[in-house]
């Protein structure tokens, strides 16, 4: 008899604030179609105040420390990103400027990390990936490459409620979350 796999705790973070939000849609499309063995808990930035080095000087307020513990507990996280003129949001930007200042860079160092995005216009979220990848790789994350999931024209993919109803979204989607799944396999062996 061969023991039960491990389920693997993943931390998704919509850098939209939106409440009718494609991005968080999306992220709660990847709880729906995950492939386990994997729990997905979306994590809200919107309580986070904006990163200032003089907060550390005391404790921390109580939105950061939730957010470290949260991606110190977290075995890969999940990022989707909505593109702000040609980057990612600043809500997003300043999650990472918190996570990048974790006790002992804990926090992201090696982490595996995989990246979506969406959007109504015809470049997907393109431009915004790319600054994102870049800015996660600064601070040591495992960032996948592949595959990319660029959701263009996201109000054509999503209906009224905000339910995933692309059939070739659905299926990248779950070919992601299956690599980020093998990916934390890996680096649990390390």
């Excluded at 994997?38 to 907060?55: E, F, T, V």
């Excluded at 550390?56 to 307020?61: A, D, K, M, N, S």
């Excluded at 075995?75 to 990472?96: R, Y």
């Excluded at 601070?139 to 339910?163: C, Q, S, T, W, Y």
């Amino acid at each position: 008899m061969t023991a039960p796999a491990k389920e693997y705790r993943v931390l998704a973070l919509s850098g939209s604030l939106r409440a009718d939000s494609y991005n968080t849609a999306l992220l709660r499309a990847a709880g729906k179609f995950n492939p386990g063995p994997m729990s997905i808990q979306i994590y809200g930035l919107g309580d986070l105040p904006l990163y200032d080095q003089d907060l550390e000087q005391g404790p921390l307020p109580a939105a950061v420390h939730d957010l470290h513990k949260y991606v110190s507990q977290a075995d890969g996280l999940l990022i989707a990103t909505p593109e702000h003129n040609a980057s990612i949001p600043a809500a997003l930007k300043n999650a990472i400027d918190w996570m990048s200042r974790m006790p002992d860079g804990a926090g992201m160092a090696g982490k595996p990390v995989a990246v979506v995005g969406a959007s109504p216009g015809a470049l997907g979220t393109v431009r915004a990936q790319l600054a994102l990848r870049q800015i996660l790789g600064s601070i040591g994350a495992d960032v996948l490459a592949k595959p990319e999931v660029l959701v263009f024209r996201a109000h054509e993919r999503f209906d009224g409620n905000g339910i995933l109803t692309d059939e070739f979204t659905q299926n990248l989607l779950v070919d992601l979350l299956a690599e980020l799944a093998r990916r934390i396999g890996r680096s649990d062996l390390t």
